[in-house]
Antibody, heavy 120, light 108 residues
């Protein structure tokens, strides 16, 4: 059974940093591109970042470029999101999601999400 | 950047009723993907490649469309279908993944 379990969320002050983790199990982690998708309170879904199966390529939405870094440790089957210079508008639930195999056109499995609140 | 516009934003249906949700893209896209998100839960893949049902999805769900207009249909509404539905597309240059604003479906 595919499982994605996020951790590391909480309350953080504006301008500070936070690192999210996503522990994957039930599939061959290093065969899949992975992503982070966020959802602000009572709002819709927004793709945040994607990393290729081997970590060689990364992609970000414009609003987080230069502030967020997606990475992975295939030996630990773990995905990360380093979030720096956090802003109040980054407040959201962050979901770890697995891309469809080979082409990565959509997200076939999602974690339960972790809440990040940016506030003083 | 391609923008996806869903309609309606909110709707309600009685058990047994047919429901159609529309997703309009600002430019032509090759395929559309649909997700279901129940209250307090994470999203779940519903339909991929416009019309293929994800594993375990009841066959009362169907998807169709092409170009800039796509739709998700629930043939006969059931109570468990009350949820918010999102469409999603992928663009290649640069790679980006975009969601529609969501359609909240309530049980009447």
């Amino acid at each position: 059974e595919v499982q994605l379990v996020e951790s590391g969320g909480g309350l953080v002050q504006p301008g500070r940093s936070m690192k999210l983790s996503c522990a994957a199990s039930g599939f061959t982690f290093n065969n899949y591109d992975m992503a982070w998708v966020c959802q602000a309170p009572k709002k819709g879904l927004e793709w945040v970042a994607t990393i290729s199966y081997d970590g060689s390529s990364t992609y970000y939405r414009d609003s987080v470029k230069g502030r967020f870094t997606i990475s992975r440790d295939n030996a630990k089957s773990t995905l990360y999101l380093q979030m720096d210079s956090l802003r109040s508008e980054d407040t959201a639930t962050y979901y770890c999601a697995r891309h469809q195999v080979y082409y990565g056109l959509y997200f076939d499995y999602w974690g339960q999400g972790v809440m990040v609140t940016v506030s003083s | 950047e391609i923008v996806l516009t869903q309609s309606p934003t909110t709707t309600a249906a009685s058990p047994g009723e047919k429901v159609t949700i529309t997703c309009l893209a600002s430019s032509s896209v090759s395929n559309m993907y649909w997700y279901q998100q129940k209250s307090g839960a994470s999203p779940k893949l519903l339909i991929y490649s416009t019309s293929s049902l994800a594993s375990g999805v009841p066959d009362r769900f169907s998807g169709s469309g092409s170009g800039t207009s796509y739709s998700l249909t629930i043939n006969t509404m059931e109570a468990e279908d009350a949820a918010t539905y999102y469409c999603q597309q992928w663009s290649s240059n640069p790679p980006t993944w975009t969601f529609g604003g969501g359609t909240k479906l309530e049980l009447k």
